[in-house]
């Protein structure tokens, strides 16, 4: 049985064995901590899996928490950080629910070793309970070669022939500002560079940022398609020359995946779960560094056999990430708190 608040951001059908049930609130908190603890109880169920990091702080039945990551918990209040003021709001109310939750929980499940770790230093009392089931990709996420569907993906998005990619969240962790540095470098260096296509950032944050670069003139090396939805992901992944992802902290980096197993070649972070997720099929750079990920540009710019060594790699990394492996870890830890 799964428990939703009603509204159209839902990703799950009814099944055979898939009970899907609406409960209604105002708000998330409310929802979380009064009406789900109450509709768990009325329905009988004999343990709440709770996903998203956070959890009722009193729950008439055993919790499993995942707990994707404690970012919310590292520095100083949320609501003095940057990002938008929905994601700090969010933070806000983590702080105040997850050191409770993580306490009574009966087990806590996060997606790497890497923040299995931290989540270890910060909460000493739930190693015990604590274990890894990691992420993995979706069916979805495989190399196009469709030439219809590339065209009419490159089409409605005004994509390029050749390009490098980067997803442009606005969560300060993602690190945009220096991925765009690093890749004016870049630019200003090679013969004949790719264009930058960067999903989803607003026209004017980009100018922004080139402004303080003093990189104006290299604006029309950027390609601002806007929102891309989900299922043209994979296209983009697939004729993308590479794919950018130099975030400064992650839980564990499913885009990485993602775009690995679409054949694309991926330059990431040597920080926090990213290598561990990566593993040798991208290139590692330190990613405060532009001039680190200029030079990854630099040594990937026409070299064919080192961008084949990638896809290869890549494709063979994403494997090694299952959604069955993962479910079935799951279910040990289900089974184990009874």
Excluded at 83 to 88: F, I, L, N, P, V
Excluded at 131 to 157: D, I, K, M, T
Excluded at 183 to 208: I, K, S, T
Excluded at 299 to 323: D, K, M, V, Y
Aim: some cysteine.
């Amino acid at each position: 049985m799964v428990f939703v608040r009603p509204g159209e951001d839902r990703c799950l059908e009814p099944g055979p064995n898939l009970e899907i049930r609406e409960v209604p609130a105002r708000s998330y908190p409310t929802w979380e901590q009064v009406a789900l603890p109450r509709a768990a109880a009325e329905a009988g169920v004999d343990l709440l899996h709770c996903t998203a990091n956070t959890a009722p702080l009193r729950s008439p039945v055993p919790v499993v928490l995942t707990l994707h990551d404690i970012i919310f918990l590292e520095g100083g209040s949320p609501l003095l950080r940057g990002g938008s003021a929905y994601q700090r709001l969010g933070n806000q109310y983590r702080r105040w629910v997850v050191p409770s939750v993580v306490r009574d929980a009966a087990r806590v499940t996060t997606v790497s070793h890497f923040e299995a770790g931290r989540i270890a230093e910060c909460f000493p009392e739930a190693e015990p309970r604590l274990r890894v089931v990691e992420n993995a990709v979706g069916e979805g996420f495989a190399p196009v070669a469709s030439p219809e569907r590339l065209h009419a993906v490159r089409q409605r998005h005004g994509l390029p022939a050749r390009f490098a990619l980067l997803l442009g969240n606005t969560d300060p962790k993602k690190n945009i500002p220096t991925a765009i540095e690093g890749f004016l470098r870049y630019a200003e260096n090679a013969p004949d560079p790719l264009h930058l296509v960067v999903a989803d950032l607003a026209p004017e944050r980009l100018d922004a940022i080139l402004r303080d670069a003093g990189a104006e003139d290299l604006r029309s090396r950027f390609v601002l398609p806007g929102y891309v939805p989900h299922e043209d992901l994979p296209a983009l992944y697939s004729m993308c020359g590479v794919f950018l992802y130099p975030s400064l902290r992650e839980s564990f980096g499913l885009p990485i995946l993602e775009a690995m197993a679409s054949g694309a070649p991926v330059i990431t972070s040597d920080a926090a779960s990213m290598p561990e997720v990566a593993g040798d099929a991208a290139l590692l750079i330190d990613p405060a560094d532009p001039d680190a990920l200029a030079a990854a540009l630099g040594r990937l710019h026409g070299n064919t056999p080192l961008q084949n060594a990638l896809r290869i790699r890549g494709l063979r990394r994403a494997e090694a990430f299952s959604w069955d492996r993962s479910a079935e870890r799951m279910l040990d830890v289900y089974a184990s708190v009874h």
